[in-house]
């Protein structure tokens, strides 16, 4: 397999995306892309790219591992991403076009987390002896009859309350594999059989990751990946890679054994006798007393707080072990007792699963784990301890890195400044060869940026006011078609209080489910739509459906939040200021996601406008202009409504064509 031939085949003028893509035009950046995946793959290294919007970065990817993979360079690969919306696109769209035409040989799946698919096992069980709660019943007809007709056993044909799928979905410790009476039936054993014979899977990083931590136990084995939309990579690895006890993963536990309903795996035992039943229901009593007291000594710790760092050993009593440590051998001895293999089986899952907690409690509490930051966070009825690691880059280089061939990161929001440094120091790689591919869109003349210079800061009493005012004359002058990203729900919700609709309809985020608040929006024509992190990523609203994208504060990352906070001490104590090392550089990857949202075809148009009057003020605010694209700017009002016209007249459709 040889770089030039496929490049020039598949992308030159009459290659052979312009046979199955309608109106295909061959771009530069494409080719340069598509050629450093292919040398990647032959060098088996590392490779980072940045490809701004419009490059058709997927296709570039694309075409070199399927090539790999028909001519059996490799024998199977993974592609990674990170929402939803781009896994659906690539294994709906984007593969089959490129199989059907080139590639027919090539099998191809998409994987999905285990919890994903029904266990036809624990539905039987949870039927046969009643462990469905009066609650459950509003989803169970609907359920139960989706059972008998599913071809797949996939939680996304159906939408049961959370409650109830948890009962009936499948467990990856729980499973009974080949030992199990609906082995042959099983949904998941019929995907991962699928996923053995494939060629490509799909999959996303949160299983990609779930994959590395097991020891690469969870996908089939694969010898390349490319992870798109990589600017996540290292908050997802960071996940996986720690380490967490919470009061709701130890209620499930206890649950499973002894409800507080009476349901429960040792209320099916039938050879227990009540004594020895009635003491175990009273062991279980007061393992579920004493983490209920554990962690409202967390709660009160936090104070009200939703995350706070826990800095010294041993903060909270342990108060639990001992008595967990107890239930474990109960466990045990049960497991010795019982004669039947599924009973035995389910016995030997809870009480490892009980040791499991044990193990991290003691781990956690007593701050074992070298170059990990300990915090807890009350999030609703979730309290939870902890431990997650300070530095990705060396775990990445020993568990990914060093265990595959190709790798390939890419996504339209890696570089800083100009620069790919910031992202291989980060992820540990800095030895990966790079690309920096800029969009072929003219920024310049679809998009202004505008720059109120006379803002007020955050904290001046004027600010709220102020930004409301500015949030409110734009959606005006670009006639509604406005997304408004913040960075808190505070601030979000203070400027909904005070901003006055006048025929403008608002939708937050809260208001409903994300993809319903979006197809809202889509509809509403005459509207804006608020949102916090969730919003400034992943958000494709082409054409005549977004004129305006307002950035309300630059997106540092909170100081004091644990993980960052930590992060920032330790680059402090190498000698390196972690403000401009650390802080900025990441709200710099996070601006440019946000402004992304504009410009996702060649002829939309519209205003950027951050009204965060530090990008002017400060020293620091170059460094994120540099990171934008080069846009014509505007600075007041005016000049922001001619630009935005001029730009209308220009790019937008006539009546006859929105039609």
């Known amino acids: 397999m040889t770089e030039r031939g496929p490049v020039k085949r598949f992308f030159g003028p009459d290659g052979g995306l312009s046979e199955i ?47 790999a993979l ?105 499973c009974h594999g080949k030992d199990c009476r609906f082995y042959r039936a099983c949904h998941y054993q019929e995907a991962k059989a699928e996923e053995r014979k494939a060629h490509l899977i799909i999959a ?39 380490y967490e006890i919470s009061n709701t993963r130890i209620s499930y536990i206890l649950d499973n054994l002894i409800s507080r309903r009476g349901r429960g795996l040792l209320m099916r035992l039938p050879w227990l006798d009540e004594v020895r039943l009635r003491e175990l229901s009273g062991l279980i009593d007061r393992v579920r007393g004493q983490a209920e007291r554990f962690f409202r000594e967390v709660s009160g710790f936090l104070s009200g707080e939703k995350a706070r760092r826990v800095r010294q050993s041993g903060a909270f009593l342990d108060i639990l072990s001992e008595h967990m440590e107890q239930l474990g051998e109960e466990l045990h001895s049960l497991y010795e007792e019982s004669v039947d293999p599924e009973e035995k089986r389910e016995l030997r899952t809870a009480e490892e699963r009980v040791g499991g907690v044990i193990e991290t409690l003691k781990a956690v509490n007593g701050q ?66 790079t690309l920096l591919l800029h969009s072929p869109f003219s920024y310049r003349d679809q998009a202004l940026l505008y720059l ?37 729900y505070a601030v979000m919700n203070q400027v909904l209080d005070a901003i006055e609709p ?5 939708f937050a985020q809260g208001d409903m489910e994300n993809y319903s608040l979006m197809e809202a929006f889509k509809k509403a024509g005459r509207a804006a739509l608020f949102g916090t992190y969730t919003f400034w990523q992943g958000i494709d609203l082409p054409g005549d459906l977004l004129h305006a994208v307002i950035i309300t504060k630059l997106p540092f990352a909170v100081p004091t939040e644990p993980v960052t906070e930590a992060r920032m001490e330790a680059l402090k104590e190498k000698g390196v200021d972690p403000f401009h090392a650390f802080q900025v ?38 460094f994120f202009m540099d990171t934008l694209p080069e846009m014509e700017k505007a600075y007041k009002r005016e000049d922001l409504k001619e630009s935005f016209m001029k730009r209308r007249k220009r790019f937008g459709r006539t009546p006859l064509q929105r039609k």
């Open 452 to 488: 109120p210079g006379d803002l007020p800061p955050p904290d001046s009493p004027e600010y709220i006011r102020r930004l409301t005012d500015e949030v409110q004359a734009i959606i005006r002058t670009v006639d509604g078609k406005t997304l408004v990203l913040f960075t808190s």
């Open 585 to 622: 550089p990441q709200a710099a990857i996070t601006l440019k996601q946000g402004v992304g949202r504009l410009i996702r075809r060649r002829n939309d148009y519209g205003v950027v406008a951050i009204l965060d009057s530090r990008v002017l003020q400060r020293s620091y605010g170059r």
């Open 70 to 174: 028909q001519a059996e360079v490799i024998e199977r690969a993974v592609i990674s991403t990170y929402t939803k919306a781009l896994q659906r696109q690539l294994i709906e769209k984007d593969i089959p076009l490129l199989a059907e035409r080139f590639f027919p040989e090539l099998r191809y799946v998409i994987a999905l987390g285990s919890e994903n698919y029904l266990c036809l096992r624990r539905l039987g069980l949870s039927r046969q002896h009643g462990l469905f709660d009066p609650s459950d019943e509003g989803g169970l007809p609907a359920l139960m009859k989706w059972s008998e007709e599913t071809e797949t056993g996939l939680l996304m044909e159906i939408s049961p309350p959370l409650s109830l799928w948890r009962k009936v979905c499948r467990e990856p410790d729980n």
């Open 502 to 506: 006048d025929g403008f309809r608002i």
């Open 204 to 242: 996303n990083h949160h299983l990609f990751f779930a994959n590395m931590a097991s020891g690469w136990n969870v996908l089939s084995p694969f010898e390349m990946a490319v992870l798109d939309e990589a600017h996540e990579v290292e908050r997802v690895a960071t996940d996986y890679l720690g």
């Open 21 to 67: 893509i309608e109106s295909y035009e061959p771009r530069t950046e494409q080719e340069r892309m598509a050629g450093a995946v292919f040398r990647a793959i032959e060098d088996e290294g590392k490779l980072i790219v940045e490809a701004g919007t419009g490059v058709g970065k997927s296709m570039a990817y694309l075409i070199p591992v399927m090539e």
């Open 368 to 433: 074992e784990l070298e170059g990990h930051v300990y915090w807890a966070e009350e999030e609703g009825r979730r309290i939870r301890l902890v431990a997650t690691p300070i530095e990705v880059a060396d775990r990445l280089r020993e568990e990914l890195f060093n265990v595959l061939g190709p790798v390939i990161f890419t996504s339209a929001t890696l570089s800083v400044g100009g620069s790919l440094d910031y992202t291989k120091s980060r992820l540990g790689m800095e030895d990966a060869d």
